[in-house]
Nanobody, 123 residues
Framework: QVQLVESGGGLVQAGGSLRLSCAAS????????MGWFRQAPGKEREIVAA????????HYADSVKGRFTISRDNAKNLAYLQMNSLKPEDTAVYYC????????????????WGQGTQVTVSS
């Protein structure tokens, strides 16, 4: 059974940084694409970033390009989201997810989800 556990969320001032981690277990991590999504109050869940099984391909939402970096360590079964220059509009619950495919860009492509971690950016 696949399990994904996020950590690293918290409260930070605008302009600050956080690094989210996602620990995966239950199957061969290096085979599958990973993604980070977020959902703000009253808004739909949206993709933030995605990374392919090898780390060779990445995708970012326009709103986070140049500020966020997705990465993975296949030896440790971990995925990361480094968030710099945080803005109040980045406030949301952040979820990591795993697809059954080598790479995925749509929410419908992701089969397993973590419980989420709250990120709050104060102005």
């Amino acid at each position: 059974q696949v399990q994904l556990v996020e950590s690293g969320g918290g409260l930070v001032q605008a302009g600050g940084s956080l690094r989210l981690s996602c620990a995966a277990s239950g199957r061969t991590f290096s085979t599958y694409g990973m993604g980070w999504f977020r959902q703000a109050p009253g808004k739909e869940r949206e993709i933030v970033a995605a990374i392919s099984w090898s780390g060779g391909r990445t995708h970012y939402a326009d709103s986070v390009k140049g500020r966020f970096t997705i990465s993975r360590d296949n030896a440790k079964n971990l995925a990361y989201l480094q968030m710099n220059s945080l803005k109040p509009e980045d406030t949301a619950v952040y979820y990591c997810a795993q697809t059954n495919r080598p790479y995925g860009l749509g929410q419908y492509e992701y089969n397993y989800w973590g419980q989420g971690t709250q990120v709050t950016v104060s102005s």
